[in-house]
């Protein structure tokens, strides 16, 4: 399934971090004595399927990011920090322009995602192979609310049919290049990978992911990250007694 597919990640991690309402990116910041950065990259590093990792930073935070988590952290599948640009997009575009000449299947992940399983990264390379483009997400829990430009509710679409979007969204080279130079060429800016590529009328496979694969944006999302990471220490001593009592 894998083996003549070359593939390459890329981790957005040139956000500004506005609403963590801290000094340091929140990229940087630390959980359980790791940053989330590390932390991320460690489950794309541990998935033998990956070939490449493509890290797009700040400008004036490539260097920091090289030292500091990329060589003290030993990443080995790291190929290159890349600057990011003005946009998401654009920062993007800069890491799918810094790709490996080999690379056919690409995932692009958020770097503030620090708990992506490996099922899902190999999941998403599966349906990648299959169907040429993938995202990851979850159905919605609440009521979603259509509403007007003067706040009153325009309608209340299905909920049943409304999943939020994740990261890694996955794409066959060719397919995620050609939305991007359309995008670029009609001066238009998407909120995701995928909204440029359903432009284009390419279908794109939706695969259930998990809730705890949030995205650190703010302080709050740091208590629940904190939380996520301990519980998951615990599960993991659980097992480790169960064991050892064998």
Known sequence: MYKNNYVSVIIA?????????????????????????????????GSRYVDEIIVVSKEDEVDYCKRKIIKKY?????????????????????????????CNIVLV????????????????????????????????K???????????????????????AQTPQSFR?????????????????GTDDSMLVERLGIDVKMILG?????????PEDLIIAESLLKDKEVIFNRKEFIFQSR
């Open 74 to 102: 030993n990443f080995n599948k790291v190929s290159k920090v890349v600057k990011g640009g003005k946009e998401r997009q654009d920062s993007v575009y800069n890491g799918l322009l810094s790709l490996n000449e080999n």
């Open 173 to 189: 080279y060719d397919i995620i290049m050609k939305a991007y130079r359309s995008a670029i060429d009609d001066g238009f800016i």
């Open 210 to 218: 998990s809730y705890e694969n949030i995205k650190i944006t703010t």
């Open 142 to 164: 609440d009521t979603i609310k259509i509403i007007k430009k003067d706040k009153s509710v325009s309608n209340t679409p299905d909920r049943s049919r409304i999943w939020a």
């Open 13 to 45: 991690a040139a956000g500004m971090s506005n609403r963590m309402r801290s000094s340091v990116n929140k990229q940087f910041i630390s959980i359980d004595n790791k940053p989330i950065l590390s932390h991320t990259l460690e489950k794309f590093e």
């Open 109 to 140: 992940h958020d770097g503030a995602r620090p708990f992506i399983n490996r099922k899902n990264i190999e999941e998403s390379i599966e349906v990648t192979v299959n169907y040429g483009a993938c995202v990851v997400g979850v159905p919605v």
